[in-house]
């Protein structure tokens, strides 16, 4: 019950205090945005690019693996019982 009978001085300290803290917080963030805003747009970014056309190119060797459970004989059976 004791903080239900804060007399009213208090209760506008303590609402100002955190006011305050909102404010200097907002103002902080919307600093360090704008600043990083800036850095950002500022940073110098130096870009080469150099073509070279090659006669020959080596290719990796690519294997393909088959991953079917068919066999090729099965399939060719079924194939002539369907058929006939």
């Known amino acids: 019950m004791k903080y239900f009978k804060r007399k009213k001085h208090v209760f506008y300290i303590s609402r100002y205090v955190w006011v305050v803290l909102i404010v200097v917080g907002a103002g902080f963030t919307v600093f360090q945005i704008q600043n990083r805003m800036r850095y950002y747009a500022g940073y ?39 058929i006939t």
């Open 44 to 82: 110098p970014v130096n870009v080469i690019i150099r073509v070279e056309d090659v006669e020959e190119m080596r290719f990796p060797t690519v294997t393909i693996c088959n991953e079917n459970r068919a066999s090729l004989a099965k399939v060719t059976a079924m194939g002539e019982w369907l």
